[in-house]
């Protein structure tokens, strides 16, 4: 069953349903000639930003949709906390596929590797000194080889992948 919440942002209100979806709600504005007009409520569209977030246009500015959720049914995040998607998708924003974590804990449960990466798997990274491919996690060492294939199969494993 779908859930909304109104939430006023700058001199707007707004409906948030636990599935991601924000709709600005009618309100009345006086034109030029001092007529009052009533613009309808519309769904709003977000877009997509250069790292998956999904982000619209408020009267407050751009905001970032899993912000927008969070806050409409759960309140303000505190202070060094990040709101975490769960399931790694940044674009799926239903209410309970978010939660609080730390920054730590919002890393461990990323799905993808850094954009740098050479293996292009997270926690694998070639040794140069000792000619080896090497999984870690955490700073631990779990597997090294001078095969590839072998140690990206571990991690692969390791992350459920």
């Given at each position: ?49 250069e790292h998956g977030y999904m982000r619209v246009c408020l009267a407050a500015g751009h905001m970032f949709v899993h912000r927008i959720v969070w806050y409409a049914f759960n309140g303000e995040v505190p202070e060094g906390i990040d709101i975490d998607h769960i399931n790694g998708e ?72």
């Open positions: 069953m779908l859930r909304t919440r109104h939430l006023t942002m700058g001199n707007r209100e707004y409906s948030v349903s636990d599935s991601g979806e924000i709709t600005r709600l009618p309100f009345e504005f006086r034109i030029h000639n001092g007529a009052i007009a009533i613009k309808k409520s519309i769904i709003l569209k977000p877009t997509k930003t940044r674009s799926d924003n239903r209410i309970e596929n978010l939660r609080l974590a730390t920054r730590k804990e919002n890393a461990l449960n990323r799905k993808r590797a850094n954009s740098n990466s050479v293996s292009g798997v997270r926690g694998v990274y070639f040794h140069r000194s000792s000619g080896c491919w090497v999984f870690s996690v955490s700073g631990k060492h779990i597997k090294s080889s001078r095969n590839k294939d072998i140690v990206v199969d571990i991690a692969n494993k390791y992350h459920g992948l």
